[in-house]
């Protein structure tokens, strides 16, 4: 046999829904996310992505938690993903994006760091080795505080609505949902999802 022939692998019913059971944790909605989305949360290869990140922002869409660290969920506007809705969610690789989003630190800066400079020279100026530390903590759990109040960003995890309740379908990165990348976005749904969903899908053009 070619070793590099493609292997199959079959996935009757109950194993597919044992499957989105493990990746869920043993939660009531295992039926409502979609096989694409289970692998995702099974998926143990990168270090930084957190699966409980995500099933925190599903439990808060059920009402099963009464609260949420990243911004509010909203609908696209625009198709091909109209009429879906994405929700933040939040990880370990996504900290130091927030903290950056909180000094503007991928532009010119805010007022706010320069008001934060400004104290750290008032406070410290005579002893230089106190900035390191003082700056450091500030910028980064000051920073990372503050903005959680706010609301942390993150990558998505896209749902649809359906007759009272939620589908999960997969995650993606701000990167997809721009609208130039939709189509491509559209289509990792619908390859992903559509088998198990097809009512989620009729109002395609």
């Known amino acids: 046999m070619n070793s590099l022939e493609p292997v199959t692998v079959s996935l009757d019913k109950e194993l597919i829904a044992r499957l989105k059971t493990e990746a869920v944790r043993g939660k009531p909605y295992a039926e409502r996310i979609s096989i694409a989305l289970a692998f995702r949360l099974l998926n ?17 869409l059920e009402g099963i938690r009464s609260s949420s660290r990243t911004k509010k969920e909203s609908q696209f506007r ?27 630190l991928g532009g010119d800066g805010n007022k706010d760091l320069d008001n934060l400079l400004r104290e750290v020279a008032e406070q410290h100026g005579d002893d230089p080795d106190a900035w390191p530390n003082h700056l450091t903590h500030q910028l980064v759990i000051g920073g990372f505080t503050e903005r959680s109040e706010r609301g942390l960003t993150g990558d998505w995890l896209i749902y649809a609505k359906c007759e009272g309740q939620n589908y999960y379908l997969d995650l993606a990165t701000h990167e997809e949902g721009l609208q130039d990348e ?16 097809p009512f989620l899908f009729q109002e395609e053009t």
Do not use: M, T
């Not at 198709?79 to 950056?100: D, E, R, T, V």
């Not at 939709?182 to 969903?197: I, M, T, V």
């Open 44 to 60: 143990s290869s990168n270090p930084r992505f957190d699966p409980f990140s995500v099933l925190d922002e599903i439990d808060y």
């Open 78 to 104: 625009k198709p091909p993903l109209y009429p879906f809705w994405h929700k933040h969610f939040f990880s370990a690789q996504h900290l130091l994006k927030n903290i950056g989003i909180r000094w503007n």
């Open 182 to 197: 939709a189509d491509s976005l559209f289509n990792k749904l619908k390859n992903g999802s559509k088998a198990e969903f």
